[in-house]
């Protein structure tokens, strides 16, 4: 027996199965969304193209709509969002220094304040 319920009917074991699968699918699309945005955000090289980044934000719901909403919450206040993963605060890290250079003078001291502070939420959080 493969460590099913032998009490659990068919429709309940197809059920569950159909979820797993489903699930499986949603991590697939999630997978996708945060490659496309990653390749977004390395292309970046100015305010204007993070903006346009975020023109394409998924639906409520959508798997991986929570990239889209980290990085809007991350560029709003340049302070690391809690719910990001060791990969988007590396991501911005990149993310700011590439927009560096087309960033004012006068601001460095905020891109230096924020890149820290994403340090600092990358070893709180046990990243590498």
């Known amino acids: 027996m493969s460590g ?62 929570g990239y889209y909403t980290n990085l809007s919450s991350f560029i709003e206040a340049l302070k690391p969002p809690r719910a990001a993963s060791c990969e988007e605060l590396a991501a911005y890290i990149a993310l700011i220094q590439q927009l560096a250079h087309s960033i004012a003078t006068a601001d460095s001291i905020i891109i230096s304040n924020a890149v820290q502070g994403l340090r600092i ?4 959080k046990g990243c590498r």
Do not use: C, F, N
């Open 4 to 65: 099913s319920d032998p009490h659990e009917s068919g429709r309940h074991r197809r059920h569950r199965s159909r979820t797993g699968y489903e699930q499986q699918q949603k991590i697939i699309a999630r997978q996708k969304v945060w490659e496309k945005i990653y390749a977004d955000m390395s292309a970046a090289q100015t305010y204007d193209d993070v903006l346009r980044i975020l023109t394409h934000t998924p639906p409520l719901e959508s798997p991986g709509r």
């Open 121 to 124: 939420r990358m070893r709180d």
